[in-house]
């Protein structure tokens, strides 16, 4: 099993601030990751795939970096709706697609 | 709008069984593979089985194989999960999730099952 690993477990910011988060693979997926966006009380939202790919309507602020082992998540400006926890995924390992354990963006 | 709806969830003792539905609206539901995702209280998200288009190819997680069927209707735009010997553990919600480059792109809201004596 893949196993995705995602620090820091908890991000303070304050708005207008950017936020990058780190999620890094126990063996390579080449590109094949992605980012989810889950806000309390609601479902995840698919935000980047393929490593650095926005999905249709996401916001130019959220972009994806990274290959291999280590990838990246900025958000360039967080805006008030950001406030989230972010779980990276991958599917290196199609079917058994696996999931980080979440960064927790806060408000500071 | 491109929809999935989840139902069936609620609570059962350990070694029950539960059906969950997914009703999809606004795309064609036969052209998509689909899956089933689940997260417990508090924590983080688990994909727990996967079926193709056709219904021919279908995988579990090892902690749900040989305890869960996964199956579809596309007459129906319906997706099932027929939940077996379920265990404390298994306690989660369960999210219907549209498949896309083995990715998920689009999901329910989810039904809560809780497993507990």
């Known amino acids: 099993e893949i196993v995705l690993t995602q620090s820091p477990a908890t991000l303070s910011l304050s708005p207008g601030e950017r936020a990058t988060l780190s999620c890094r693979a126990s063996q390579g997926v080449g590109n094949y990751l992605a980012w989810y966006q889950q806000k309390p009380g609601q479902v995840p939202r698919l935000l980047i795939y393929?490593?650095?790919n926005r999905a249709t309507g996401i916001p130019a602020r959220f972009s994806g970096s990274g290959s291999g082992t280590d990838f990246t998540l900025t958000i360039s400006s967080l805006e008030p709706e950001d406030f989230a926890v972010y779980y990276c995924q991958q599917r290196s390992n199609w079917p058994r697609r696996t999931f980080g354990q979440g960064t927790k963006v806060e408000i500071k | 709008e491109v929809q999935l709806e989840e139902s069936g969830g609620g609570f059962v003792q350990p070694g029950g069984s539960l059906r969950l539905s997914c009703v999809a609206s606004g795309f064609t539901f036969s052209s998509y593979e689909m899956n089933w995702v689940r997260q417990a209280p508090g924590k983080g998200l688990e994909w727990v089985s996967y079926?193709?288009?056709?219904?021919?190819?279908?995988f579990y997680a090892d902690s749900v194989k040989g305890r869960f069927t996964i199956s579809r209707d596309n007459a129906k735009n319906s997706l099932y999960l027929q939940m077996n010997t379920l265990r404390v553990e298994d306690t989660a919600v369960y999210y219907c999730?549209?498949?896309?480059?083995?990715?998920?792109?689009?999901w329910g809201r989810g039904t809560l099952v809780s497993v507990s004596s």
């Open positions: 393929d490593a650095s």
């Open positions: 999730a549209r498949d896309r480059l083995a990715y998920f792109d689009v």
């Open positions: 079926i193709g288009s056709g219904e021919r190819t279908i």
